[in-house]
């Protein structure tokens, strides 16, 4: 039975070393002496080994493999004859072309196995004689093997002393996990020392001004791009508000994702919103149908769950349903409990409910109704449950309907996990005590928590869910809103607004701003789809991150709004179509938002060069997991296309090598980044989930983003890179420190985007060559460099030719 623990191989080890012979003859020493130290001590298995397979022009004595890759060859010689490694070599490591190279028939040994190993396309070779080991790398990265190293172990006392770090380099599950690699080629110093060039600048953390419109540009932030949910943006709310929702274009694209009815939600016969401009669909055909029920002689509530994606506009639709769907509003009332401002207490949360429908009604309703209260002998309303069934029961009475929205209570789960569930307990409680219809919204993963915790299987209740937008229609409608609103006077845009504003002649430069962007932003404009792509894609579907990312770019000091007007101008002036932004100037104020440096703690945008050192130490990580999910899109699972199985992805790179921590880490980092998604549709519930998949942002990324010069010239401020020389030639052409723009800042930019490729296209070649195995496996079979080389030489070609081009047009070259 193979042994998994050293201190039990090295007993077992004893037990043999005892037995072994000297003078064996070769087919003896691999019998009685190396095959019941790999099996019996270091937790190989039979079918883990070969032996003298056929390869030419010689025979290899075994070959060890691990999950169908072939890990090492294994060339045994009899005691003494071939080799034998002198006394005098006292040391463990030696460089293969040096004292230990002097040895002929050692030398002889390890040549013969290195063209084994060749033959064979495996990186590592050993030669043995029973008694001693000679582990060296049969393949070295950019410089003859030679120059590697090995590792000796001189005898079996001196095996029997080492044999921790025998076994840490030979033990099977040691193997697999990269001990070879690390304990042999010593990678880990490869990565000794890593160098990101945005810690050798001085002002790495320094920000920009916003732009000269910021000023102007904050109230209508505040008020029209950001949520529309307060009482004083009703307006906005009645004319920027999306009724058409992604699903319903899904035709129009193919392999993308769209934000429809999760598969685990099927299980409660949740049903998607088709929205009209008059209608909420089978929501409000359900909420009708509930209104009636509650209107019986015996009131009786009735709970509706709402779920949506992170940012799908859940909140939105619930104000919107309620202030400009709902028939006969006059005899509605609601009543809106935020659990964003909720208590930290699992056991408050009642009270804390029956406190927001008291000051609900203080503010809103208390006036209409005093008559009411003075009929129950209440003079002011109190958080009592009895006051508020008996005013509650009055009201229904003379026909009124009444709705309790409990929204965001999964956002305080941080509190404890079993937080949601109280809450939707709650919810159920004071439903059937007050008789209202309560509508409870949840994220997609929240209510994939409750469902497996079983919460949701204590009662019935019709459950939505409700898409996201498109950012092209959300956005649009309120670009527009904001130009009709610029054509009204100051006051009327100071009502409108909830702020005294004086734009004066600003006005109109405002407008002139905005009719550019809206002009710019049209799906059937090349750039503009791009830009609206790639402001889509890369919040995933996240419609309050994508207005973040568009208020970002409106007042950044990276925006140069200065350009766009004065080139807009320029064109009118000579009859020309007015200026349309280019997609790098939106990326570029997105990805930076106000710091002047790429930092990867500080942006929103990943860098998929990264790497943590303390899992792995590939730049192509990220990029191979996206390609392998990629590729896995035709899969068809019960939770929907595209998802593959995690333990897949781990075992796939266990065979090549790859750490699990290292994978893992990877798919943590790009599910925080909407890159992939989990099947319970948290982008922290790595620990929980077992599939995943590549979301349209990981696509975009995949496909496109990581080809743009403005994205490579960029990231690598802050990536991890091996070689100082790379790092110092890099920094020679940082131009962001810079007061003033200059025409060749664009050729320097060109240069360091070059040396950052070469030094990547490096690095793949170099990965690939040190680890032939990855040849053999999905994940790691492709190469991404030659790709995104073409692509950059292309798009550098374009801003070239471009970039003359408006200097013909304008007279200058920026």
């Known amino acids: 039975m193979a042994i998994a623990d050293c201190d039990k191989a090295l007993d077992r080890f004893r037990e043999l070393k005892v037995h072994f012979e000297k003078d064996l003859s070769e087919s003896d020493t691999r019998a009685k002496m190396i095959d019941p130290v790999f099996i019996e001590c270091l ?199 999306v009724t058409r929702k992604q699903y319903q274009d899904a035709i129009r694209e193919m392999n993308r994702h769209f934000d429809t009815v999760p598969h685990f939600a099927k299980k409660y016969n949740a049903e998607a919103i088709i929205e009209s401009a008059t209608k909420a669909g089978t929501f409000q055909d359900a909420y009708e149908k509930l209104e009636k029920s509650v209107k019986m002689k015996i009131p009786r509530g009735s709970l509706i769950l709402l779920m949506g994606g992170i940012g799908s506009g859940k909140t939105t639709f619930i104000h919107h349903f309620f202030n400009c769907i709902v028939a006969n509003r006059e005899k509605t009332l609601w009543f809106y409990v935020n659990f964003l401002d909720g208590p930290d207490n699992p056991t408050e949360i009642e009270k804390f409910i029956l406190e927001r429908i008291c000051g609900d009604f203080k503010q809103n309703y208390a006036n209409a109704f005093a008559k009411e209260l003075s009929s129950l002998r209440i003079e002011t309303l109190r958080s009592d449950i009895k006051d508020i069934v008996a005013l509650f029961s009055l009201l229904m009475l ?68 409700i898409s996201s937008p498109r950012f092209e229609d959300l956005v649009r409608m309120r670009i527009e809103y904001v130009i009709r609103l610029l054509g009204r006077s100051d006051d009327e845009i100071s009502t409108e607004l909830g702020k005294e504003v004086n734009l004066g002649v600003s006005k109109g430069i405002l407008r002139v701003f905005f009719e550019i962007i809206e002009d710019s932003l049209r799906s059937s404009r090349k750039v503009g789809n791009e830009i609206l792509r790639f402001i889509q894609d890369i919040s995933g579907n996240d419609m309050r991150t994508a207005l973040y990312f568009f208020r970002t770019f409106l007042i950044s000091g990276n925006t140069d709004v200065d350009e766009m007007l004065e080139k807009d101008s320029d064109n009118a002036k000579k009859g020309l179509l007015r200026y349309q932004i280019p997609f790098h100037h939106v990326i570029k104020s997105i990805v930076l938002e106000h710091s002047r440096l790429y930092q990867v703690t500080q942006s929103k945008i990943m860098n998929l060069f990264d790497f943590d050192p303390s899992c792995g130490t590939s730049h192509f990580l990220n990029l191979r997991v996206l390609n392998y999910l990629y590729n896995g899109l035709s899969s068809r699972l019960p939770q929907g296309s595209g998802f593959m199985a995690i333990d897949g992805i781990l075992n796939e790179g266990e065979r090549v090598g790859i750490y699990e921590s290292a994978i893992g880490d990877s798919l943590k980092t790009l599910a925080l980044h909407s890159l992939v998604e989990f099947e319970n549709q948290s982008r922290k519930g790595y620990a929980e989930a077992s599939l995943v998949r590549i979301t349209n942002a990981g696509m975009y990324y995949l496909e496109h983003l990581v080809t743009k010069f403005v994205y490579l010239d960029l990231v690598w401020m802050d990536t991890p890179i091996s070689d100082r020389t790379t790092v110092d030639n890099l920094l020679e052409y940082v131009v962001e420190t810079k007061s003033l723009k200059r025409p060749e800042d664009l050729e320097e930019r060109f240069c360091r985007t070059e040396i950052f490729l070469e030094y990547l296209k490096g690095m793949e070649k170099d990965e690939l060559r040190s680890h032939p195995e990855f040849n053999d496996s999905p994940l790691t079979d492709n190469e991404f460099m030659p790709r995104i080389l073409e692509s950059y030489e292309q798009e550098r070609k374009y801003i070239v030719s471009q970039r003359e081009i408006k200097a013909a047009l304008y007279g200058d070259v920026e």
Request: aromatic share 14%; glycine share 6%; net charge neutral.
């Open 398 to 465: 003379r026909g009124y309907s009444i709705s309790l929205v409990l929204d965001n209570a999964d956002q305080q789960s941080y509190v404890t996990p079993k937080y949601q569930d109280h809450v939707i307990l709650a919810a159920k409680r004071l439903t059937d005590t007050l008789g209202t219809i309560t509508i409870l919204t949840l994220r997609e993963e929240s209510f994939f928590k409750s469902m497996m915790s079983g919460v949701l299987d204590a009662f019935s209740a019709p459950a939505f869910h």
């Open 43 to 241: 937790g190989w298995t039979e079918r883990d080994i070969r032996r003298e397979p056929h390869v030419r022009p010689g025979y290899i004595d075994y070959v060890f493999s691990v999950n169908n890759v072939r890990r090492f060859v294994l060339e045994a010689k009899k005691e003494g004859e071939s080799f034998n490694i002198p006394e005098s070599f006292s040391g463990k490591y030696y460089r293969i072309n040096g004292v230990i190279w002097d040895n002929k028939k050692i030398r002889e040994a390890i040549e013969q196995a290195q063209e084994y190993c060749i033959n064979s396309g495996v990186n590592y070779g050993i030669i043995s004689n029973g008694h001693q080991y000679i582990i060296f790398e049969g393949f070295k990265r950019g410089d003859d093997w030679r120059s590697g190293q090995c590792v000796v172990f001189h005898s079996l006392e001196d095996i029997e002393k080492n044999f921790g770090r025998f076994w840490d380099i030979l033990n099977r599950n040691s193997v697999r996990d990269g001990s070879l690699r690390h304990l042999v080629s010593m990678e880990t110093y490869r990565f000794k020392y890593l160098y990101r060039p945005v810690d050798r600048i001085h002002v790495k953390d320094s920000k920009l001004a916003r732009n000269n419109l910021s000023h102007f540009l904050t109230p209508f932030l505040d008020q029209v791009f950001d949520d529309i949910t307060g009482e004083n943006q009703l307006n906005v709310l009645k004319n920027c508000y």
